[in-house]
Each structure stands twice: as C-alpha cells, then as structure tokens.
C-alpha cells in the first residue's frame, strides 16, 4: 500500500506494510539497527529501508527520528534495514506496526474477528517439514467451526517458496501459476540443445571419410571398438565443455540486455554448488547425446576397406542424418507455427470489447484530504474546462478488489456465486463510458440510492429476470433495490468471461479518484490543470496519476515476454536447423561427387544438378512439416483450452509455415547443389 511519508519540508510516497511485532523474527530480514524482536513493539514505531533512510535523514542518524505518515500520526523510526533484494516477494521501503493500523482504522478492529473476510494475509512458521500435514489438518475446518459454513470452505497451508511459481488453483489444489512459463521455455530449451546435437551428428558424419583412415590405421594397430568409441565420446564432451565456457561467456554479455527484457535483475551465481553440478550434468549429457551417433557409425568402419580408401555405407546408411534433419525440421515448424498462433491469442484478448472507454480516463489515490474536500474537489475538477465527469470507488476500472455472494428471486438453495462487487459513487457509468441498458445508473437526483443496486448483463443472464428493475436483491443479510442493468465490463483476467457484477452506492468505501478529461484538449495542459485543482484540494500529496489503457495493458505484461522470448527461440532454432542442414548437404554433394561428374559429361545442366539434389531435401521438409502439422495442432489445442476466450486455431497456419520451411530449406541446399554442380567434372572422374 502507498502512503505518504513527511519529514520536515519533505513529501514522499513511498510503499510500506503493517506487520504484526513478529514480522522480523520469522522473516529475518537483515537490519542495519536495531534488534528484530523489540523494533516493532512500540505501536508507534515504523522500520524503513536504508535507501529511504538515506532519502528522508540524508547524513544523519535516523534512529528515534519522527516521520509523519499520511498527515494522520507520527511515527518513531526504530530501525533500518538493509535494502530488499530486487528478486523478493514482498516489496516495501517501510514497515508500520499491525496495532497502529487497529488504533487509526475502526474497520480493522471490527473485521478481526470476522472470519468470512479474507482481506488481510497471515503467515505461519512451522517447527519443522513434518508438521505440515498435521497443521493443515488442525486448520481445515476452522472456518466451519466459526460460523462460515453456508458452502464448503477449508483452510490450508501455501508453502512461500511456491508462491512465485505455483500461483493459481482450482478448488484448492495448486494448478499453475508461472511454471507453465518455465516449463514451456525449459522444453523450448531441451529442443534447441537436441537440435544443436542433431547438428554435431550430422557435421560429424558428414566428414567421415576424412576420419576413416584414422580408424583403419587404429583399430589394425590394436585398437578395438570400445576404446574408439571412448575416444568420440570423449572428444564431443570436450567440445560440449568449449562450448559451455563460450556459452558462459555469451551469457554474461548477454545478461544486461536480457535482464532489460525481462525487467528482472537476473545474474549468474557462481558461487553456487547446484550451478556447478547442472552444468557439468549438463556438459556430459550434451556430449553423450551429440557423440553417441558419431561414435557408433564411426567405430563400425572395417579397417581393411578403410585403408584401400572404400567405405560401404550401403544404400540405408543417410536414413538415420534424414531423420534427423526431420526431426530439426520439426522442432522447427512447432515452434514457428506455436509463436503464430501465440500471437493470435493474444490479438484476440487485446481487441476484445472492453464495455467501457478506456481514452483520456485517469485514476488517482483516495486519500483522506480527498475524503475531506471531495466534494468540492469534484465540483472544481468540472469546472476546470478539463474534466468531462469524475466519480470515485473501490477500485480502478481495470481491477477486482472485492467479491460477494449476492441473492435473487428464484435461486437454487445449493447455488453459491461469487460476484465482482464494486462500491461506486454518483456519475460512475458516465464516468467510466459505461452503457446502462435497462433501468439507470446512481444518481444524484434520489435520495435512496445507498439502498439500490446495479447489476450487469452477465448477473442478469445468471439470475434470469424477465423483468429485473425493482427487484429486491439479498446482500449482506439486508435488501438492496435493484435499478439498473449495464453492459459487462472486462476488468479482470482478459483471457476469461466477464464475471457477474454488482455496483453498490457506498461513499464511505473509497479507494480511487477517477477523471475523464475532456476529448479534443492538449494531454499535458489538461494534466496540468487537473493537478492544479489536486494541489489546492489534496496538499498534503504529491499528484500521481495512471492511464486507464497503460494499466490495462500490464495485464499482458507476461505473456507479451512469453511471445519476445518465444520468438527468439524460434529464429534461434532455425538458424541451428539450418546450420543442420548445411552440414548434411554438404555430406551429400561430397557423396555424390562422381554422380554429378559422369552427369556433367553426359550433358546434365547445373539447373537440373541443383533440382536433382533439392528435390530429396524437399522431401526431408515434407516429412517434417506431415509430422509436425497435426502434433502442432494438438499441443495448442490443449494450451489454448486453459483460456475461456481465444483463438481458434485456422487452417491456413500449417500450409503457409510448412511453405516458409520448405523454402529456407531449398535456399540452403540449393547454394551447395549448385556449388557442387559448377565443380570442374574432371576432378572427381581423374581417379576412376
């Protein structure tokens, strides 16, 4: 939570949490003064960063100093800590007590015994692992034994390492979160080394025959298979360690600009045990796979044909590089056709109707000078020459902060469902763009108003009123008239149906100023009149605004890096893939060298050389593209079903990528057919 921090002539709004006195024990956060179990003691004590330290006593000692927290009370600093790792799960510069918030917010204290509120987090530290199971099964039916048990509800544990990665669940049960992301690009990851290893196979055998005497002259010198094929192994896990130091290195240049991709602070602890045990299991498992091939297809020569300069390969011996290449090709096609459709989702969420306009609406914390002068603070906002309409409420429009039960005529007895509640004031819907289709919206003109409801189109499809206005709707135990029906508006997830929705008159449950500016007007001198009205009305604060569309837009934060990174991996890929194919086309003209002599002499022109040797290729392609195609298909199938709302996967996708494939494939091969078809034919014929 923001809140204002004073200290002499300086105004700050920093991010700072109420705690309970044992935050520091069980978190351990390290403090620069002062001791974790007596810090936070006094009520009135607040703990601040060191960089806030630095910003509000610069030069100074800031122990037993006082700052002013939101013009409401000051506060003793009685300790510091160390500035919080940027990688940290909870964010904040200052800590306030838990039985300070109780002393200045009556709402705290009433709802502390509430226990359908579920507002406020609590954390719990165990003794040890073992308890866990026994803990959970103490507090599973808590909420039943208090009271709550209208529906089934069971308490559980989280474990906070898993909070990061294991975020969403489903009925109680984890149900992923961020390790979908991690596992999708561990995957993309695992191809990309499986291509690169493909790649070594093929740029391995493909120059056999410059290695075939080395065996011949080995293996008639005593050298038996085993030792020969330990010399391979160990010359790939060789190469496999260069490039892991390269690797290492590319990456430590690469980090910054990754880093700024991601907006992560991401670096590479080499002091750790586990890097250094991945990556050797890493190098090992590399050079395995990239030299098993290699070192069998090698090892096998037979030393008497070698040594007179014949290898019989025999008519099947290329099948094993083509599938190879066909499974490049795949991996390739996958995730070309996977970064397409990514992007189609996302296109579709982006463009979906949001039900309200989100041009030119701005929101701005509730504070309580607002609370104080709001309402003159709204009539001189419209009179400002620069505001169309202003309404507060609970939360922006492009938030959920609070859901309910709500009761109607007729419902199921065994049907709960949950409602996005928002407590709005006068001018909400005009404000916000919002069309009412049946009824109206709060209103000024009517006295009762706090006693009313409004509803969206999704609740009354739920509820299934044929004639909804002047309904009495149950909430909270009490009656509330229904008097209007809106369009459904997307304010949470993007990627599902707008939920039910109720609106309810509430001026006392205020969390956010929200501005409609005038259409037509310069940005920044409509900004700058607004804050000139904030200034005289709010003081006491420094005037900090958000953009509706730039708050909607952080909700594709991750999956826009998901399509960056997607991408990336994808041109990587066919630029290893191609590599790929370079190595086995050139295995191929030096092959079919004497082939291309004799078809010279006979009169083959170099065009029908070039279609002679593509055309296998082509083949290789069209394999891949018939296997890939409907593998693709059932992958993203199953991807795009997590979302209510997305794509249908269009046909034209498969034809044109395998098209894309088949022609980056012919423009490598065909650059080596016809270098190996404008070769002079009396240099490959001089020896027969």
Request: one cysteine or more; aromatic letters at 10%.
């Amino acid at each position: 939570m923001q809140h204002l921090l004073t200290v002499g002539e300086k105004r700050i709004v920093q991010k700072g949490y109420y705690v309970s006195e044992e935050f520091l024990e069980m978190f351990e956060y390290e403090l620069l003064h002062g001791s974790p179990d007596i810090v936070l003691d006094d009520p009135k004590s607040i703990v601040i960063t060191e960089t806030l330290a630095g910003i509000l006593f610069p030069g100074e000692d800031p122990i037993n100093k006082t700052v002013r927290v939101n013009d409401e009370g000051n506060l003793k600093v009685t300790g510091v800590l160390k500035d919080l790792p940027t990688n940290s799960s909870m964010e904040f510069e200052f800590l306030m007590t838990w039985k300070y918030r109780e002393s200045i917010s009556p709402w705290v204290v009433r709802n502390s015994t509430n226990w359908g509120n579920y507002s406020f987090q609590v954390y719990v530290e165990l003794n040890n692992d073992e308890d866990e199971v026994a803990v959970e099964e103490r507090i599973k039916t808590m909420l039943a034994e208090n009271g709550e048990d209208d529906i089934p509800r069971e308490l559980y544990l989280h474990p906070l390492l898993r909070w990061r990665l294991h975020s969403n669940f489903e009925n109680g049960k984890e149900a992923g979160g961020m390790s979908d992301y991690v596992q999708l690009f561990t995957a993309i990851a695992f191809l990309i080394i499986l291509i690169a290893c493909i790649n070594f196979m093929n740029l391995a055998t493909a120059r056999s025959e410059r290695r075939a005497r080395e065996v011949g002259i080995r293996k008639s010198l005593g050298s038996n298979r085993g030792q020969l094929i330990s010399q391979f192994f160990g010359e790939s896990i060789i190469i496999s360690f260069l490039a892991f130091v390269f690797a290492i290195l590319l990456a430590q240049l690469a980090l910054p600009a990754y880093n700024n991709l991601v907006e992560k602070q991401l670096f590479i602890d080499y002091s750790s045990l586990q890097f250094w045990m991945i990556s050797l299991a890493a190098i090992l498992l590399t050079g395995i796979i990239a030299g098993s091939y290699p070192a069998l297809y090698l090892s096998s020569f037979s030393p008497i044909k070698t040594l007179k300069g014949r290898i019989s390969t025999g008519k099947n011996a290329s099948t094993p590089r083509k599938v190879l290449v066909i499974l490049q090709f795949g991996f390739s096609i996958i995730l070309m056709i996977s970064t397409v459709v990514i992007i189609q989702q996302i296109d579709l969420v982006k463009n979906r109707e949001l039900g309200y306009k989100q041009d030119n609406l701005i929101s701005v914390y509730w504070t309580d000078q607002i609370q104080q002068n709001w309402d003159v603070l709204k009539q001189d906002l419209l009179q400002s020459g620069a505001v169309e309409s202003v309404t507060s409420s609970n939360s922006e429009i492009t938030q959920i902060n609070s859901n309910n039960f709500l009761g109607w005529p007729g419902k199921p007895e065994n049907l709960r469902v949950i409602f996005t509640t928002i407590a709005a004031n006068y001018d909400y819907c005009q404000t916000m763009g919002i069309k009412v289709l049946q009824g109206r919206d709060f209103s000024d003109d009517f006295t009762s108003d706090t006693s009313s409801i409004v509803i969206n189109k999704a609740a009354l499809d739920l509820m299934g009123l044929e004639d909804p206005i002047g309904t009495n709707l149950d909430l909270w135990g009490g009656k509330k008239k229904l008097i209007g029906v809106v369009d459904d508006v997307l304010m949470g997830s993007p990627y599902e149906e707008v939920k039910p929705m109720f609106m309810i008159m509430d001026p006392d449950w205020v969390g956010v100023v929200t501005i409609r500016l005038k259409a037509g007007m310069e940005l920044e001198q409509s900004l700058a009149t607004v804050e000139d009205v904030f200034d005289i009305h709010n003081s006491a604060y420094p005037f900090e605004y958000r953009f509706a569309d730039a708050e909607f837009e952080q909700k594709f934060a991750t999956i826009n890096l998901t399509i960056k990174l997607s991408t990336l991996f994808a041109i990587l890929a066919a630029i290893i893939t191609g590599l790929g194919l370079f190595g086995l086309a050139s295995y191929m003209a030096e092959q079919r060298t004497k082939e291309i002599g004799i078809r010279k002499v006979l009169g083959a022109s170099i065009m029908s050389l070039v279609s002679l040797m593509s055309k296998d290729f082509s083949k290789l392609v069209i394999v891949a593209f018939l296997l890939a195609a409907p593998f693709s298909w059932y992958i993203l199938s199953l991807y795009l079903e997590r979302y209510p709302i997305h794509v249908n996967i269009q046909w034209w996708i498969f034809p044109v990528t395998g098209l894309l494939a088949l022609v980056f494939a012919l423009g490598i091969v065909s650059n080596q057919a016809r270098r190996a078809a404008a070769a002079n034919p009396v240099q490959s014929l001089r020896t027969e």
